[in-house]
């Protein structure tokens, strides 16, 4: 991270000061913007908000690890929303739980405490014991549309499959997966869109009805633990030991699911719409299967699922020459360090052969660290794998949405993905 003793900041050309990381159009298609940012001017005021946006690899990585100087105590809403975040967190208050600082919310020493208990749930042995499960249900959402010849790849395929596996790992009736998004969006759109009354009443409404049918399922594995994500999380305080309150529970699950319904079903479809686009690729990888670990991690980068993260700056600073104040918010932009010329030759270039794909930020890093990566990750290659094995002749259907993109500060979730396909033989 380039820090120094300068106590100037650095202004922005014009040119990037009328250009808004806000507007519709650059949130779908940021990459121009990112090239001229990491250019001229790689700590980007944001005129709307006021919030710094860091693009470059090395200081988005030495933020994540600087938990002394850049907190994670925040939050996003607040920081965009103002006076109207405050106002969401009575709303919620009223009815159900406002929000409070728990696990990825925290910082150290309160963090490890947090991580400490998360962790006896979430191992690896866990993910191993799943892949099996993942792989059958692929096979079966694929069952249900291989004869059309054709499929939403999103409503169809790359929401139910990480969507019913979470579900049904948490506790939850993973049939309902297209509700439980419907909670993931609402709870990541107060940090992503700034919102109007009405539209800050109706998400506050969707998490509150998330907030109810979760405390019942808490005060039911209370009474008879289950042996699922959730149960586990309630008893998982050993003796001497805190347990989560209904608050944090409350915030972790807003978390998993945040973390569950969005950001895996982004990278399997923009998985295999970077195949569609790039046959070339698309040929390797068929002649290649030892590469699709690597063009998991290369989609990962190109089209960073979680395009950034805020921190709390908690003392005076300089991040290349700009004047940081202890209060400042920063947005880490996942997104644009993804594609990071110092760090990626042609960044912009689709390379399943890249050496340091694996370097991407995109689970972002440090002790804050994505703790269900080891699933997304074996969600993405197996889904991604089971597609090529059973269609071939991927295109585009006409029927594309515009703009094909959710709103989203922080976020690029395709509305839909409308591909057409052939049956392969088997």
Same mark, same amino acid.
């Given at each position: 991270m380039i820090m120094d003793d300068s106590t100037s900041s650095r202004?922005? #050309?014009?040119? @990037?000061?009328?250009?808004? =990381?806000?507007?519709? %159009?650059?949130?779908?298609?940021?990459?121009?913007?990112? !090239?001229?940012?990491?250019?001229?001017?790689?700590?980007?005021?944001?005129?709307?908000?006021?919030?710094?946006?860091?693009?470059?690899?090395?200081?988005?990585?030495?933020?994540?690890?600087?938990?002394?100087?850049?907190?994670?105590?925040?939050?996003?809403?607040?920081?965009?929303?103002?006076?109207n975040g405050r106002r969401y967190q009575e709303m919620l208050k009223e009815k159900g739980w406002e929000h409070v600082h728990v696990l990825h919310r925290t910082d150290p020493p309160k963090h490890a405490g947090h991580r400490k208990l998360v962790d006896r749930v979430f191992t690896a042995a866990r993910v191993r014991d799943l892949v099996p499960e993942v792989e059958a249900l692929a096979h079966e959402l694929i069952d249900k549309f291989v004869e059309k010849g054709s499929c939403d790849l999103i409503k169809d395929f790359a929401?139910?499959? #990480?969507?019913? @596996?979470?579900?049904?790992? =948490?506790?939850?009736? %993973?049939?309902?997966?297209?509700?439980?998004?419907?909670? !993931?969006l609402a709870m990541l759109a107060t940090s992503n869109e700034i919102m109007s009354d009405d539209r800050l009443r109706e998400i506050a409404d969707?998490?509150?009805?998330?907030?109810?049918?979760?405390?019942?399922?808490?005060?039911?594995?209370?009474?008879?633990?289950?042996?699922?994500?959730?149960?586990?999380?309630?008893?998982?305080?050993?003796?001497?030991?805190?347990?989560?309150?209904?608050?944090?529970?409350?915030?972790?699950?807003?978390?998993?699911?945040?973390?569950?319904?969005?950001t895996t079903t982004s990278a399997i479809a923009h998985g295999l719409w970077l195949l569609i686009q790039h046959p070339e690729q698309y040929e390797k990888l068929r002649e290649k299967p030892e590469l699709l670990?690597?063009?998991?991690?290369?989609?990962?980068?190109?089209?960073?699922?979680?395009?950034?993260?805020?921190?709390?700056?908690?003392?005076?600073?300089? =991040?290349?020459g700009v004047a940081l104040k202890a209060g400042d918010t920063l947005i880490l932009r996942f997104g644009?360090?993804?594609?990071?010329?110092?760090?990626?030759?042609?960044?912009?270039?689709?390379?399943?052969?890249?050496?340091?794909?694996?370097?991407?930020?995109?689970?972002?890093?440090?002790?804050h660290a994505c703790l269900g990566q080891q699933l997304a990750r074996q969600e993405i290659l197996i889904g991604i794998r089971v597609l090529l094995e059973r269609l071939e002749n991927f295109s585009i259907d006409a029927d594309f949405p515009e703009p094909a993109y959710v709103y989203s500060l922080n976020f690029r979730p395709l509305k839909a993905l409308p591909i057409k396909f052939t049956k392969r033989a088997l």
């Open positions: 202004t922005c #050309p014009v040119s @990037i000061e009328s250009t808004s =990381l806000l507007d519709e %159009k650059i949130l779908a298609d940021p990459w121009e913007f990112y !090239a001229q940012l990491h250019a001229e001017c790689p700590v980007y005021k944001m005129p709307e908000t006021g919030i710094y946006v860091v693009t470059k690899h090395e200081d988005v990585a030495s933020i994540m690890r600087d938990t002394e100087t850049f907190s994670n105590v925040i939050l996003a809403m607040e920081a965009l929303q103002g006076d929401l139910p499959l #990480p969507g019913m @596996i979470l579900g049904e790992q =948490l506790g939850l009736d %993973k049939t309902q997966f297209a509700r439980f998004q419907k909670w !993931a969707i998490e509150l009805d998330a907030q109810h049918y979760l405390a019942k399922v808490f005060e039911d594995r209370r009474n008879t633990p289950t042996g699922d994500l959730i149960s586990d999380l309630v008893h998982v305080a050993e003796d001497g030991e805190d347990p989560f309150t209904e608050h944090e529970l409350q915030n972790l699950l807003n978390q998993l699911i945040t973390g569950g319904y969005e670990k690597r063009f998991v991690d290369e989609t990962l980068r190109l089209e960073s699922p979680v395009q950034g993260i805020m921190r709390s700056v908690t003392k005076d600073t300089v =991040l290349r644009a360090a993804n594609q990071d010329p110092e760090k990626f030759e042609c960044p912009r270039k689709f390379d399943i052969e890249r050496k340091n794909a694996h370097a991407h930020l995109s689970f972002g890093g440090g002790i």
